[in-house]
């Protein structure tokens, strides 16, 4: 199962509260990055990055960037379920950016998840 198109989407959410934490405190209007990933089989996997720049140093625009730029052209036809192997191409891109890479973690454990029949909690070693 080859990965053969990766898109990104920007949405933005009210906060209820507002998340403080040692390196600052996130304003209440958050803005998300959504990552959908299609294999060739018409899979698809979905993943989100919600960068605090005071924390990881990447804004909403970075994070997009990051991805339609430079990490997302290192995905289209790799092996979806080489996980691993995927994410260590995207290190040897790209170093740092990580909320970017997160993203497309979670979008492919998602696609491969579902490919497999699978929640996502099963692939990482089963609820608990």
Do not use: Q
């Not at 898109?7 to 405190?25: I, K, W």
Request: with cysteine; aromatic share 4%.
């Amino acid at each position: 199962m080859k990965i053969s198109r990766i898109r990104t989407a920007v949405v933005e959410t009210e906060m209820p509260n507002a998340l403080v934490v040692s390196h600052g405190t996130a304003e209440r209007r958050v803005g998300h990055v959504i990552v959908g990933l299609w294999a060739d089989d018409g899979t698809t996997g979905v993943g989100e990055a919600s960068p605090l720049t005071f924390f990881t140093g990447e804004t909403v625009a970075s994070v997009r960037a990051a991805i339609d730029e430079t990490l997302g052209p290192r995905v289209i036809g790799r092996d979806a379920c080489a996980i691993g192997a995927v994410l260590a191409a995207l290190d040897e891109g790209l170093p740092g950016h990580p909320a970017a890479k997160a993203a497309i973690d979670m979008a492919l454990h998602d696609l491969v998840g579902k490919a497999a029949g699978l929640p996502v909690s099963a692939l990482l070693g089963g609820a608990y």
